[in-house]
């Protein structure tokens, strides 16, 4: 409990807290109902605050500091505006997080910022409790625009514009995708010409599909642009350089001569922001507008670069993107928690059907269904929020220059790569699983389910699209295969593959240790038990990446050395597996964070309770792909069918701690929101339950024809 | 082709079709080119009418005459009102349905009706895409609150409202749902108490949780409302019953004395529809306001009822619900067939990545992870919207009175609630695929895919929650199963049963023949013929349903002869596989139904491509099922390792005929009005090439400074 959030647990979760309503999610429904009251010795407790504090991570205080940013009302979404409406007061929100001084943290401290890069991106992600559209516009503002002059730009540029981006005098945008191309940004057509008389840069669009597209701020509010094009001189082109452009007057907020546009108008979700499209018909600008870290050119039009391989300074420029991803991911879990917490929270209060009782209703918490539908994304949050504390580490490292090596850059797109599509693709289904286990309440807007998910849409396609962004991923594991593991040490990002070079014998042995054990044991339980074994998960993860990227390798092998278009026909004959081993990969890359922060849980309780839920999570993983242990023989057809049970087994352990785990997000009323989540439905229920007793004492209440017709029956 | 929908295909979808570049997609890139030129004999052409006519099914013309007035723009929904302003507007589409006789269908001939229930229902669910919230505001005033009227009232209660309903003079609500009840309608709280002094029915809400809440019309519209309550006379509760209740004062449409509620605000779709919730204190409604055809008070407060059993009763008033389930089934369908149409055409015309050539990028359709999230869902629409056909065929024989005896009613109820859920999760998620296949601008409202999503989400949750649902399903696959297969006519839902009762030795030797085969053949080729046979899916898919159903069975066997809590807690253990096998069941339901269909496809050309369709729906549920045919020993590892190499071939196979196949359901660019599908981005990416030809044509295109160092390297 700290002192700058609201009381995590809110106003309604307390009552059902002490003595949870566990009879029918426990096969006996007697000693059950007894091991689910916390008093029992045998029953271990969640140190929700020492939990809390863990979870907060390493840059705790940014995180502290941005969610009671977060809870002020002036920063929250209104809902049911127009996009017109919800763009102005997002606007304004943007002057308010200024106001704040809550966004400058990555910015140089001689311009007034810290330079502290992790503690930038754990606030910024927190504000999507707020309105993700503040988030969003906000990380377009500083995130983008101005990290684009920060970490392109050189000195004369940061004097010249960074005050004016951080201060808002300047809203920018990063104009980087056009309609014709996004996930190819290599190819993007927007062209900046040298021109050595005039020493000036030409910008020019030359054809519709070469418009600036979705770009954020565009629309509307852009006094400047970070404009990406093919940098063209003396008749070379240098691939993508990022220019600064200046878009609209700033007293008219006009378009300056030769610079259109169009609003991208209604999106699905986001509508704070006011993306539109940009084009330019041979717009000047300074020689010195070019962002030059990377790539200069002189006044005669020499061109210049500290990195002599186009390839390589593509990649090194496009690298301050990674903060997006980063960002995305970390922002992915916070919204997966406000919705765990919500949904949580009411299913230990509603109630509905009286199967086990002729007059209480079931809680819903206590169906199984419900269990496994809530549980089981409350793991994969806990996964991907241990998994993104390391991402934000590395960032940290990388942006601070701690370790800042071409491999650790390579290192830290890569995890982002692989974390960012799953984090951002759970949030979606958590949003949704949420909203359908609240039912028609889950709908309303009140609730929140919807509306987060909605905005949350594009996070799977935007920042790099998950798909494509999994390809990546799937190239890196390939190209780390065909070194036949010779470059062991990259980090966190390629584990297995160290695991494989300098450990092998281990896994291997670990795995078929555990087969032997089924083997000689020829018993169902026991092999649960190995299921559970932390080395067994790992072995079973593990191997299954080890394999897919091996198996996928060998069939590709010498793609390379095809006909251009004939290893393209190969390759694509592999995409689906490709994609599928780059998600492997990234499931274990998570699983591994989940097991490293249960080594530093201290309190045996919560350990207890936190490696059931790590075991759920490496079991869910398993049940997902049983297909491909049991084609493959990693597991037998008895040990196969023991997954569900044991997994049954754990949502009833998890059970009484379910509101102890969400309370330890550390989001309090003024951050979950949810009309649903205050106790407004065990009020109700007290009330209902009320009234019936009443009636019942007065003799008034009516008789049953059900119960009449069984007393007629039995008269006969 | 027909008349009234125009052109299928629209504006830019014809362009792609002569030569799909298939190139990547094919193994071969080569020979690949050549098959997917339809000139060729060896490939097989869609009859696209012949497929149109046969998927608008049995009330054609009623759909062909909804799908004209969908065309309408006055019908269509305007992206970015306020919910105030998209009520208004959505109220005004529903008079435009009444003035062009649109929505009278199923009411009485004598009232000015056509006493024609299937064609109403399948006019109705066209207007989803107009605007879901015309389709079910159109739902709650003549489906639900008309059709209550129609249905649970009696001759005078029909001439006394229904034109009023018809012509909407009476916009009303059907007021079932409680803030504390929703999928356990037996239980809602509010009273309707006989007073044989006065001859009236008080209508009272006794607490909170018994508000009506969700309903439909409620907020703002409603003036006439069936509400269900709990029917109190002598002293006796006789269960639910539904009363006739005016709302609002006609003129001032205020409230009338007694009555109040509240608006249920913005929600996460379909804001169109004014949902709001309702309360009654004491009001005060004639005898005859009850709508007594399943139950009835005389003047002295005797009640009487054609249904002696109060169960039996319940389960027929209730029955009327099933019109809304099969709508929403088949408006599900017709929203996946918009969205697929959309991003098919999308892909194929966009390009991305360059990777089979040095010039040209590929199109999107001829990656394999492309192919795969849309043909899979292609395949399965198909299989819905065949599947929905029949539940329609089921629906019109019980409302027409052709085929309605109780277990008619039964197996149409159990049919409902095995389809609905599937149609209705699989509409989100096609949805929600084919706008992340879409990218950055299937974001954007103008192409419709969050539009859509967002308006249908509900559908998974109302009219029966789809967990919910499923479980009815699982009661009744549990109860046959308790009954040994005695009584085996009960048509196309339980045909699985049929099989085991009358043709056990069939499919079990079906079965047995596909395994001997394998472990014959020796050869995985040869077995992945067998899994293509038709014979050999329905044998895999019916033999889990049915050992599924029989190990739960087995398992809960007794269960009703335990103390009330422990069968409830032995039931609760094994919901989950309890809710997997109904899903199973309604999955082979699916699967049926395409094949019956394609029974009846004559030109073989259609027929061929149909079956790779089918197969492709099969095999992807094995595929997604496949650990279970392993660890249950239904297929060999190696078999099952030919499951995904087949999809991938069945995914070449369908490439070339993807534009015929969402062509041939009919909507034109008036129904998909997609911005992405109307040939723009082709236009573009002409325009684009001739800028490119034209450059290199005058010499003045800059060299690549890749290229330059290229040649510099091999001039050292």
Known sequence: MTEVVDRPGGSGAAANRTVPNNSAAAGKAGPARAVSRPQ????????????????????????????????????????????????????????YLVDHNAVHRAFPAALGGADDHGGNVAGFEELVTADPSLQIKAGVQWGLFGSAVMHLGTEEHHAKWLPGIMSLEIPGCFAMTETGHGSDVASIATTATYDAGSREFVIHTPFRAAWKD?????????????????????????????????????????????????????????????????????????????????????????????????????????????QGRVSLDGAAVAASKIALTAAIRYATERRQFNASS?????????????????????????????????????????????????????????????????????????????????????????????????????YVTFEGDNTVLLQLVAKRLLADYAKEFRNVDFGVLTRYVVAQATGAAIHRTGLRQVAQFVADSGSVQKAAIALRDEE?????????????????????????????????????QHQHELIDAAQAHAELLQWEAFTEALAEVTDPGTRKVLTWLRDLFGLSLIEKNLAWYLMNGRLSMQRARTVGDYINRLLVKIRPHALDLVDAFGYGDGHVRAAIATGAEKTRQDEARAYVRGQRASGNAPVDEKVLLARTATSR
């Open 214 to 322: 979705y770009i954020g701020n565009a629309a509307i509010d852009g006094l400047g642009a970070v404009v990406f094009a093919q940098l063209v001189t003396r008749g070379v082109n240098h691939g993508v350089h990022a220019f600064y452009v200046d878009l609209r007057d700033p007293q008219t907020r006009e378009f300056l001569p030769g610079i259109g546009g169009e609003d991208d108008g209604v999106k699905g979700g986001l509508n704070g922001i006011d993306n539109g499209r940009l084009h330019f018909d041979h717009v000047r600008i300074p020689r010195t507008n070019l962002l030059n870290r990377y790539g200069d050119v002189a006044v005669d039009g020499t061109y210049t670069s500290p990195i002599p391989s186009p390839g390589r300074r593509f990649f090194t420029m496009l690298g301050t993107l990674v």
């Open 358 to 458: 002729h007059t209480d209703e079931e809680v819903l918490l206590d169906y199984q269904r419900h269990q496994r539908r809530l549980f089981t994304r409350l793991a994969t949050t806990y996964a991907a929020g241990f998994a993104h504390e390391q991402l934000l580490q590395k960032f940290d490292d990388v942006f601070s220059g701690a370790h800042d090596t071409d491999e650790d850059r390579q290192d830290l797109e890569t995890l982002a790569a692989a974390l960012k599509p799953l984090s951002t693709w759970h949030a979606l289904d958590t949003l949704q699983e949420c909203r359908e286990a609240c039912g028609g309440a889950g709908f309303l807007i009140e609730n929140r389910f919807a509306s987060l998910r909605a905005d949350l849409d594009v």
């Open 40 to 95: 029992l010795p045998a029953q271990p407790a969640v140190d929700v605050a020492a939990l809390g504090e863990q979870l907060l991570g390493k840059w705790a205080d940014a995180r502290k500091h941005a969610r009671d940013l977060a809870r002020h009302p002036e920063l929250h979404k209104t809902e049911g505006l127009t996009h017109t409406e919800h763009r102005s007061r997002t606007f304004g929100q943007l002057q």
């Open 536 to 572: 067994g998960q790992r072995a079973l993860l593990t191997d299954r990446v080890q394999t897919m990227v091996a198996d996928v390798g060998s069939a590709l092998k010498g793609a390379n050395k095809l006909p251009l278009e004939k290893g393209a026909a190969l390759f694509n």
